[in-house]
């Protein structure tokens, strides 16, 4: 069974920095892409950052670009989110996902709050 489990979320004044982190089991980690999606309160769900499988090649939505990174350890079956530079738009739930054969997966979530 696909799991996917989100943590190194908090709160965090502007300009401050926060790592994500994603382990994934029930899944061969290293044949799939991850993405990260975040949620805000009364908005939809956004695509924040892909990795590609293996690892190498990475997008990012235009508000992630220079200040968000996505990476991977494919040996920990961990994907991370380091996330720089954090405005109060910044603010949501953070998801890990990864769509398989079996079917699109999300962990339960980690919570961001950008806010002095």
């Known amino acids: 069974q696909v799991h996917l489990v989100e943590s190194g979320g908090g709160l965090v004044q502007p300009g401050g920095s926060l790592r994500l982190s994603c382990v994934a089991r029930?899944?061969?980690?290293?044949?799939?892409?991850m993405h990260w999606y975040r949620q805000a309160p009364g908005k939809g769900r956004e695509l924040v950052a892909t990795i590609i499988s293996p690892g190498s090649d990475t997008n990012y939505a235009d508000s992630a670009k220079g200040r968000f990174t996505i990476s991977r350890d494919n040996a920990k079956n961990t994907v991370y989110l380091q996330m720089n530079s954090l405005k109060p738009e910044d603010t949501a739930v953070y998801f890990c996902?990864?769509?398989?054969?079996?079917?699109?997966?999300w962990g339960q979530g980690t919570q961001v709050t950008v806010s002095s």
């Open positions: 996902n990864t769509v398989t054969p079996r079917g699109a997966y």
């Open positions: 029930g899944f061969t980690f290293s044949a799939y892409s």
